[in-house]
């Protein structure tokens, strides 16, 4: 036995990296961390027809995007097909498990047969399990699945499962090419690799009473197993792409945060009081799986929103803003993530603001030259009668240093006071010259962080524009 704890994540790369299998990955990582032991990575890449070398790549990009390091891996199945045979040697001469040289036509005729007897299920009668001679023929390993009795085991999270053989049957192992099938593949490696602890979703619970019997016919320790419950739609089916973005990746390139997606995965089957949000560190240190419900998880896009606004205005204005300039790339503006006006302008968007593409948005006008003005705005608060308050505004504020909220407030307060107008007199007008917007941070605020230069030419524009009429 292994005392060190060793867990793995074994994504098949048939497509992107999806919500269920990223909280799979996380769950065996936080046990890994918690307890200094060892997460490792494998590729089950032996569906050839439609694994893919992008498909792996988007699952480690998805992993490294969250933050989930593996410590040993990725490993390839197809590059360990001498230590399947390897093994499948072993089952053969111990009794285990058997050729069988059954065609397809042959097995097709004996599920006809059976669905004429009335058995819907097929199971392979066992045509060549005594079989002793070895023909020069294909053929395809098959397990020497008991009938009588049950196997089960205590699972972490179901709690105790057994299930009779009689139920069971002599499932094919490995294909006739040598490519190990799932089960197989997964139990050699998960022995071979150490592995003592196998968490995954729940819909595998039907694998594991075979794979039990793989383990014991190998000799070997049988490892933990911890099946997690199904992650359901609001309509209380399996998740799919019409009840939301299902690919980590997506969330990436919607300005999520890694903290933030972990954060919520965890939570979604996992609980720890009525706590809902959890730093990294805080996770690694409370997750067990005591924890983890019994009954699926359903995803909510509206509660991850509410994590992911926690985690962001959790974040340093500094490091926020380092995070929002790709997004600004997107939108076509250039910036260095330690540019004045960005990092000032994190603590007024931060409040409104749920991703790092909303961040973008709320910043874009301060960072060009001249902002695009919202025609609704422009023909409502830019208006000729508005032209000589701009130019007033904007001579009132000039000679302000420095140029900052707390010294900009008395100054325009004493201008109020000496032209004798109310803040609605004047306000969107100078909103809409300053953004090209009607719906930004507090008229003083975003005067700071475009700073005396910009503001002052702002006013001037927005003066010209409102003598100009609507258009």
Not at 303 to 330: M, N, S, T, Y
Request: charged share 30%; glycine share 8%; hydrophobic share 40%.
């Amino acid at each position: 036995m292994v005392s060190t704890i060793r867990v793995r994540f074994a994504p098949s790369p048939t497509g992107y990296l999806h919500i269920g299998g990223a909280r799979t990955a996380l769950y065996n990582w936080l046990w890994a961390r918690r307890h200094g032991g060892v997460f490792v990575l494998r590729i089950e890449d032996t569906d050839r027809e439609r694994s893919t070398e992008e498909n792996t790549r988007a699952v480690l990009d998805s992993m490294a995007w969250l933050g989930l390091d593996w410590d040993e891996g990725p490993f390839s199945q197809m590059e360990r097909l001498s230590l399947y045979r390897e093994h499948a040697e072993r089952l053969i001469a111990g009794g285990h498990a058997y050729r069988c040289y059954c065609t397809k036509e042959e097995l097709a005729r004996a599920r006809e047969e059976q669905k004429v007897a009335g058995n819907p299920f097929f199971k392979y009668p066992g045509t060549c399990r005594e079989r002793a001679d070895e023909p020069d023929l294909p053929w395809v390993l098959r397990l020497r699945a008991p009938s009588e009795g049950s196997t089960g085991w205590d699972d972490l999270v179901k709690g105790r499962l057994d299930y009779p053989n009689a139920e069971l049957q002599d499932v094919v192992l490995v294909r006739s090419d040598g490519v190990p099938l799932y089960n197989f593949g997964a139990v050699v490696d998960d022995l071979t690799m150490d592995i003592t602890l196998v968490s995954r979703g729940d819909d595998h619970m039907v694998n594991t009473p075979i794979q039990i019997l793989l383990y014991r016919a190998f000799g070997a320790h049988v490892p933990d197993f911890a099946h997690l419950p199904m992650i359901l739609g609001p309509d209380g089916k399996k998740l799919s792409k019409r009840h939301a973005a299902v690919a980590v990746l997506d969330y990436r390139d919607r300005g999520y945060l890694p903290d933030a997606m972990i954060n919520y995965l965890a939570r979604l089957g996992w609980s720890h009081g009525d706590d809902e949000v959890f730093t990294r560190a805080e996770l690694i240190e409370k997750f067990d799986w005591a924890g983890v419900g019994k009954a699926g998880a359903k995803y909510d896009e509206k509660k991850l929103a509410h994590i992911q606004a926690e985690h962001l205005r959790a974040l340093p204005d500094a490091v926020l803003a380092r995070r929002a300039v790709p997004f600004l790339e997107g939108k076509g503006i250039a910036v260095a993530p330690d540019d004045r006006r960005l990092v000032a302008a994190m603590p007024y968007v931060k409040p409104r603001a749920t991703t790092l593409e909303d961040v973008a948005g709320a910043v874009e006008y301060f960072l060009v030259d001249e902002p695009a003005v919202e025609d609704k705005g422009r023909k409502k608060f830019l208006v000729p009668d508005k032209a000589a308050v701009l130019r007033d505004l904007r001579d009132a504020v000039s000679a302000v240093e420095p140029f900052d909220v707390a010294h900009l407030e008395p100054r325009v307060n004493a201008w109020m006071e000496e032209r004798g107008l109310a803040f609605k007199d004047y306000a969107q007008s100078a909103r809409v010259a300053l953004t090209g917007r009607t719906a930004t941070p507090g008229l003083l605020e975003v005067m700071e962080v475009l700073g005396r230069d910009a503001t002052l030419a702002r006013l001037a524009r927005g003066a010209e524009l409102a003598e100009a009429g609507d258009g």
